[in-house]
């Protein structure tokens, strides 16, 4: 049999097509080698999309004053392995309706067998579990409940009205998890999961018309929920240093006598006593939380409009890719909140990383 070359430049002695790719897609190589077969599990798990993740549990963590230790790696550990694990049960249970708008993905394709990547999405949930078991009993009490709703999202409410809710659930949840993990308590935390579930639900919510196009309401409330969140995370970002300062010192900090606030009263503004007074750093945190809102909107706001005005699947596609993208400088933003500067940073970088990646392969 003659040789032919592949796309690719690998000899192939195999005369099969490679399925059409749809826009916005990452077109599959037909070559049966082991690279192609790793680059398959590689569409499969959207691994881009990972470097969207650790920034869960690490903006978790900060949200409680707590210092990253073992415990938050463990946590780390676990959102990837339950992230991946929804990623591929996602594929198994969709691999019919793939198998129409989407044949080029590595199940309809034939590239990776269905029951392989259910075995995939089982094992992956074990791991989670047990790396949550790892860092404690509050880890495990917010990982259950995520494994349980990244399962129902995929197997039943994904095509419900509750999908969304779910999805973005799924992400506070992860975020708690991280929390619970660091310093035990999911309470402080609470706030910067509700922020963060709700940009995934404005997220989920586009993605539901990304293979067929629909109605421009989607992007345009997505639109406005970036909006939103941009002023309550900018907002909120002065309550952070006294918080942490209580919670790192175990008391209130002193903010001076009573004569000096009733004087801040009659004189319309605050002694220098308490300006002194103030929570080092509190300037650069609040500008570096501003920093990296701004380029969360950024990220979201012209796919979001573009998707509005023309809502093809194509441009849709770009504005959930977008979104996704877009959760990492929220994640640091929300830590930068938190006065953990070099953690937020440390999230900001994995941005321009996972951007790079989704070139190569596609994180929707």
Known sequence: MTLREDPCGCPDETPTAAPRATAGDTP??????????????????????????????????????????????????????????????????????????????????GRI???????????????GLALAAGAGRPALAVAAPLAATVWAYDLGLKHTPAGPVAMGTARGLDL????????????????????????TLAVT?????????????????????????????????SGGPTRGRRLATGHRPATGHRPATGHRLATGHRPAALRADRFPGQDSGALLTTALTAAYAATTARPYFHATLNSSPPLTQR??????????????????RSRSTATALLIAALAPLGARFAKKVSVT
């Open 28 to 109: 599959p190589c037909a070559c049966p080698g082991r690279s192609h077969r790793g680059r398959a599990w590689a569409e499969l798990l959207r691994l881009p999309a990972l470097f969207s993740v650790p920034g869960d549990a690490l903006a978790g963590a900060a949200a409680t004053g707590a210092s990253p230790n073992t415990r938050t790696l463990l946590a780390i550990a676990s959102s990837l392995c339950l992230y991946e694990a929804g990623m591929a049960l996602n594929d198994w249970a969709d691999r019919d309706v793939d198998a129409v708008e989407r044949p080029h993905r590595p199940l309809p394709s």
């Open 113 to 127: 067998r269905p029951a392989a990547a259910l075995t995939a999405a089982c094992a992956l949930t074990g791991a």
């Open 176 to 199: 708690l998890l991280g929390a619970a993990a660091t310093s035990g308590s999911t309470r402080p935390a609470l706030p910067s999961a509700a922020l963060l579930g709700t940009h």
């Open 205 to 237: 919510t586009v993605s539901r018309q990304e293979a067929q196009g629909g109605s421009p309401v989607p992007p345009l409330a997505a639109l406005a929920t970036t909006a939103l969140l941009t002023r309550l995370v900018t907002r909120r970002g």
């Open 319 to 336: 504005a959930v890719g977008a979104g996704i993208r877009a959760t990492i400088p929220l994640q640091a933003a929300l830590t930068a």
